[in-house]
């Protein structure tokens, strides 16, 4: 454990500002119970054995990124994924299959031993951030049916908040996972990105940087089967196809199948389960940053295959964002001018409005095409799949 210092005295702590005080109570409290908090250990329930139409995705192998040769390898592979399905897998990642587990243990307790009182006291505040827990029925599906989904979204800036009690002794084990998903993973796949467009490699890199203001987020999330009168109502949809608010998004593998993406052949195919690779996919911010080079890919939840109808589905995810102040504009060809840069939304009005209006039913049925809803955001056209 790194942290050795020992506490200032009471009246030490009388000359610190609040928040440094919470901050401090916050590492303080992480001392006492690391040698106490035990974590029960989460078992994955098997994969499936039925047979689904699985999409074929390109399978990224991350290490080979340490060499100038392999980057271009990859970048061209990074290029050709994102043109034909828009999601792919990442392998060699850097985290051992028994760091994945422990993050899947950790966010398992975070739902299952925590309680409804002390859950209330660390929900959401504000319509325009996740933050902390959603609890389930918040969004509209279909028919008045509102989804069976619980989250709770940690902010790369782990230690600024506050955290339930089941998560205090694991603050280290979180702050490295959200550190490295930023640093290592998004890093070098928004350089591969950046060289896929043959633009400076930290382009990207430059407008995330870590440390800045914004809300790239670890989140748990946990979707509870439903009864079969909803299954009907909403047609076995349990989140319906979208676009990720964000740049990057970045899904641990787990093997509960439900997730498909939308081909371009206009079919629905399921993501296969790799145990210990990332789901990754591009969101609407790289679309905005790229200037269409990097377009985002449809993606829903449905209801999980027969032999794990009944099953919870618990996620672990990095979503990825651009720093608050970014203006979304393109760097691509055609890149946006001066006056059209100062006009582009930032990075925070683009999060907020979508993330106030995500799941309210302000969408309205295209006119132009079947099974779509959309409406204008920010001067955006953003839609829903049915
Ligand atoms: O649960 C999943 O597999 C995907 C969730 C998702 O698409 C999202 O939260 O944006
Ligand atoms: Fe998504």
Known sequence: MS????????????????????????????????TTGALPEYVPPPATTEPLDWAELAIIDLSKANTPEGCKALAEEVVQAMNTQGFFYVINHGYTLEQTRRMFAIASS??????????????????TVYEGYKPRQTWQIEQGVTDQIEHYNINHAVRERMHPHVLRSHLDEIENFARHNHTHILFTILRLMAM????????????????????????FMKYYPRSPEEEVQTKNVWLKGHTDIGSITILW??????????????????IKHIENALVVNSGDVMQLLSGNF?????????QPPKDQERLERLGVFYFAMAADDVRLASVGAGAASKSEK?????????????????????MRPSSKEEKVEEEVILGVVVKEYN
């Open 110 to 127: 975070t739902f299952d031993d925590v309680d409804s009182e002390e859950k209330k006291i660390y929900m959401g505040k504000s319509p």
């Open 3 to 34: 942290n050795t210092s020992t506490a200032p005295s009471p009246f030490f702590r009388r000359l610190l500002s609040p928040l440094t005080r919470l901050r401090l109570a916050n590492k303080l409290s992480f001392r006492r119970l690391t």
């Open 253 to 270: 593998s787990q093997p509960i199948s439900g997730l498909q993406i939308l081909s371009r052949d206009g079919g629905w195919r399921y």
């Open 294 to 302: 990097y377009k985002p890919t449809i993606h829903r939840v449905i």
């Open 342 to 362: 100062a006009q582009a939304p930032t990075m925070s009005d683009w999060r907020k409005e979508r993330t106030e209006r995500y799941g309210t039913g302000s």
């Open 196 to 219: 896929g467009m043959q633009l400076p490699e930290d382009i990207f890199v430059d407008m995330h940087r870590f440390e800045a203001t914004g809300e790239s987020s670890v989140r």
